[in-house]
């Protein structure tokens, strides 16, 4: 079966299998759970409930496969990423569709996802062949040093629901370029595009228990177990922090390399000498982008005074103006949210900013009919103590908040918990030097509303997480360092 009839037979509701040590089985259980399209709630099909048994499996087979991996030439592992890099492109209407389906993002958003997912895959083929070490006297004298730079080792990989190829690429290609084996358990909600990379994967030549993925609805039963196993050695996890707080305090029992990209709480700010057009456009991308579904995303709008007023209402029109529907639909702007769970979990926050003196400037209501969508939103006057300020929206819902000087702005955006990513709008390049170094983000954008890219290390700090996945930063996560003294 071609990676195309692999896709539409999920899209035509086929019952899709785990992928364990390079064939596709059947839960141990026999159980299934079903994959729904949140612009409708009908399923689109029902994929193989993974048990701890299947975990167990999975890590056997990722640790029988290792040392032949880890022993594999960089060019070789090069030539499969770069091989599943030209697969998926050329499939890139295909996971578009099965990305709209299971997540619900325009078919526009789904497309640029592959190519953004496919591009860490060929990022990391190039990677691949630059491992280094080093060689040397040591100062006494005494020894030659050597420094080698060797795979950690079998890595479990979980990936959240809302970019579901480019958060498995993203995780895959630097796994694959150190030389580690993996486990790839990916969200509940959205299995299925990491069903079919893997399934590319397969068409490329990778061999047996290379890539194994587990899917599950109780992943502390089916890969929790995994972490306290010796064979396992590396984990990688985006989502919220509270569960990465959990996963971390589990790591820690087999003392696991771990690399985490948890929430975020963006700040985007406006200076008075900004170029609102520019500024307007780069605060679309930065909260809509993914439907706002995305850590990424602009979660606080921070606003000087002297141009609050002519900002919230260019952007609330340009908000306004979008158009929600379902994400196959050559019209739709946004498509739904996830599931109903997060609908409503969005609209109470409006509804509790509301409550606290916000001003509804657009959006706000929630719609009739099928399906979990909600408007573009844009609130003013919100209270520093309003939830949708003090927590991690994922949707489409934009709170402004008002500041009077540089140092008011910097403690704004700083008072958070959370440390991945910030915006900043100013043509004031002194301001830029000076603004930069007090906040507290990992990431800055500057004039740009979407910094991601697989070429630069992405990743936070305090609360949003530990190590960084791009870069050439990327592949660190995945190696060790081993140092050899020779004498002389």
């Not at 399923?43 to 048994?53: K, L, S």
């Not at 100062?139 to 060797?150: E, F, I, N, W």
């Not at 960084?468 to 060790?480: K, V, W």
């Amino acid at each position: 079966m071609s990676v195309a009839e692999f896709i539409d037979s999920l899209l035509a509701g086929r019952t899709a299998d785990l992928y364990l040590d390079g064939r596709w089985t059947p839960a141990s259980g026999g159980a299934t759970f079903a994959v729904e399209d949140p612009a409708t709630g009908k399923v689109i099909t029902e994929v193989a409930e993974g048990t701890a048994a299947d975990g167990q499996a999975a890590l056997a087979a990722a640790d029988a496969a290792q040392a032949a991996w880890g022993a594999t030439t960089p060019r070789e592992r090069a030539d499969i990423l770069r091989g599943a890099f030209d697969l998926i492109t050329a499939h890139a209407d295909d996971f578009a569709r099965l990305i709209t389906a299971e997540m619900g993002k325009s078919l526009a958003e789904a497309r640029g996802e592959v190519a953004y997912g496919a591009e860490f895959l060929r990022w990391f083929s190039e990677e691949a062949v630059r491992i280094d070490g080093r060689y040397g006297t040591l100062p006494s004298g005494k020894l030659q040093m050597m420094v080698d730079r060797r795979p950690v080792g079998p890595s479990l990989l979980i990936t959240p629901w809302n970019f579901p190829l480019a958060m498995a690429t993203r995780k895959l290609g630097p796994a694959l370029a150190a030389g580690c084996t993996t486990i790839v358990k990916p969200a509940e909600l959205t299995p299925l595009t990491t069903l079919a990379v893997a399934k590319v994967f397969e068409e490329v030549g990778v061999p047996a228990g290379v890539i194994n993925v587990l899917t599950t609805t109780d992943p502390a039963a089916t890969a929790g177990p995994l972490l306290s196993d010796l064979r396992l050695r590396k984990l990688s996890f985006t989502g919220s922090t509270p569960v990465g707080k959990a996963l971390l305090a589990q790591a820690a029992e087999g003392v696991l390399r771990c690399s985490m990209e948890l929430g975020g709480s963006a700040p985007f700010i406006v200076f008075e000498d900004a170029d609102l057009d520019a500024a307007v456009e780069g605060a679309i991308a930065a909260k809509t982008r993914n439907i706002g579904e995305a850590c990424t995303a602009a979660n606080r709008f921070l606003v000087h005074r002297d141009v609050h007023d002519e900002f919230v209402e260019r952007f609330a029109a340009r908000m306004g103006a979008l158009r929600v529907g379902a994400g196959d639909e050559p019209s739709t702007d946004l498509g739904p949210l996830i599931d109903d769970r997060s609908r409503v979990r969005v609209h109470g926050l409006v509804t509790d900013a509301v409550e606290r003196g916000a001003r509804v400037v657009v959006g706000g209501d929630l719609p009739d009919g099928p399906g979990h969508f909600y408007p573009a939103t844009v609130l003013a006057g919100v209270s520093a103590e309003a939830r949708v300020v003090t927590e991690e929206i994922f949707g489409p819902v934009a709170p402004v908040q008002v500041f009077s000087d540089e140092d008011e702005a910097v403690a704004l955006a700083n008072s958070t918990e959370y440390g991945l990513v910030g915006y900043v709008y100013t043509p004031d390049l002194e301001r830029v030097m000076r603004v930069a170094p007090r906040l507290q983000f990992g990431m800055l954008g500057v004039n740009a509303g979407v910094v991601s890219d697989p070429a630069a290390p992405f990743g936070g700090v305090k609360h949003s997480g530990l190590g960084r996945e791009g870069g050439r930063e990327g592949i660190d996560e995945y190696l060790e360092h081993q140092y050899v003294g020779i004498a002389r």
